[in-house]
């Protein structure tokens, strides 16, 4: 079955210790993406990846790291969390960027900083 | 930077059409306009794709005016179940063009009644 798997679903850590949390997919999609989901402030993009070590910004990188060392994983690790990362967090891949392309989103992981 | 705006909820009746606005006054002249669906706790889900003018699918339209600032999304006959939180999504024309960055709006709550 096609699909984006993120791990883990919740996640509850204390301030400055890092996490990374997965994100796989099966679909051999070129571009991979991360969202943070706030009430009230929508889908906003944190990171996307073209290819393979290829990664860029999005709208709210600050606090994140990517890393794409193989096509089908793009973890998000979080180097020193604090309370305002507390969030609800998407994974999405497509073939092509998404601007063309639909994009495929993971079932989300829910992370809370303490 | 390319921005969406759209209603932040609307009500419906079961059996009604329904038409979703979003303003995209910014977008890149290379850009597609992308309709998703979210359901509480799962990430979001593509409804249809469309550069101008008309598309329709198997769920729903989308039109876009000559100018392509704004796009509808149309629900035909609406159920209870088509309640969940409609997003408009465009690529940020930063660059003068459509980038790999994508901007979703706040997104619209549609609350379908009995």
């Known amino acids: 079955e096609a699909q984006v798997t993120q791990n883990p679903r919740y996640l509850i850590t204390v301030t400055g210790k890092k996490l990374t949390v997965t994100c796989s997919q099966n679909m051999n999609h070129e571009y991979m993406s991360w969202y943070r989901q706030d009430p009230g402030l929508g889908l906003r993009q944190i990171y996307y990846?073209?290819?393979?070590?290829?990664?860029d910004k999005g709208d709210v990188p600050e606090g994140y790291k990517v890393s794409r060392k193989e096509k089908r994983n793009f973890p998000l690790i979080l180097e020193s969390p604090s309370p305002n990362q507390t969030s609800l967090y998407f994974c999405?891949?497509?073939?092509?960027?998404?601007?063309?392309?639909?994009?495929?989103f993971g079932n989300g992981t829910r992370l809370t900083v303490t | 930077l390319a921005k969406t705006t759209q209603p932040i909820s609307m009500d419906s009746y079961e059996g009604q059409e329904v038409n979703i606005t979003c303003s995209h006054n910014?977008?890149?002249?290379?850009?597609?306009i992308t309709w998703y669906q979210q359901f509480p706790s799962q990430g979001p889900r593509f409804i249809i794709q469309g550069y101008k003018t008309k598309v329709t699918n198997e769920v729903a339209s989308l039109f876009i005016p000559a100018d392509r600032k704004s796009s509808t999304l149309s629900l035909p006959r609406v159920s209870l179940s088509d309640t969940a939180v409609y997003y408009c999504l465009v690529g940020d024309e930063k660059y003068g063009g459509a980038t790999n960055k994508l901007i979703f709006g706040t997104g619209t709550l549609l609350a379908v009644q009995p």
């Open positions: 990846s073209m290819n393979v070590e290829v990664t």
């Open positions: 910014n977008i890149a002249t290379n850009d597609y």
């Open positions: 999405a891949s497509s073939l092509s960027p998404g601007w063309n392309s639909p994009l495929h």
